[in-house]
Nanobody, 127 residues
Framework: QVQVVESGGGLVQAGGSLSTSCAAS????????MGWFRQAPGKERECVAF????????YYSDSVKGRFTISRDNAKNTVHLQMNNLKPEDTAIYYC????????????????????WGQGTQVTVSS
């Protein structure tokens, strides 16, 4: 059975840093792209970062580009999100997700192209 578990997040003041991690178990995901999504109250879930299966390609939303860094460790089946210079508008629940098709970055920004999701971790940035 596949499990995806996030950790990290928390509360920080604006300008600070946080990191989140995601560990997948039950199978190997080294051939699958992985993404980080976030959802704030009253807003749609949005993809903030994506990393390809071997980590050679990354994509970021305009809102986090230059501040967030996604990385992965295929030997450990983990993906990480380093968040720097956080802003109050970054406050949301952050979700790790694994794409449903191997070797594909098609529609990386669409939550419908992901098959496995973590339970989410809260990130709160105070002003």
């Amino acid at each position: 059975q596949v499990q995806v578990v996030e950790s990290g997040g928390g509360l920080v003041q604006a300008g600070g840093s946080l990191s989140t991690s995601c560990a997948a178990s039950g199978r190997t995901f080294s051939n699958y792209g992985m993404g980080w999504f976030r959802q704030a109250p009253g807003k749609e879930r949005e993809c903030v970062a994506f990393i390809s299966w071997y980590g050679f390609t990354t994509y970021y939303s305009d809102s986090v580009k230059g501040r967030f860094t996604i990385s992965r460790d295929n030997a450990k089946n983990t993906v990480h999100l380093q968040m720097n210079n956080l802003k109050p508008e970054d406050t949301a629940i952050y979700y790790c997700a694994i794409k449903g098709a191997p070797y594909s970055s098609v529609s990386y920004g669409s939550y419908t192209s992901y098959d496995y999701w973590g339970q989410g971790t809260q990130v709160t940035v105070s002003s």
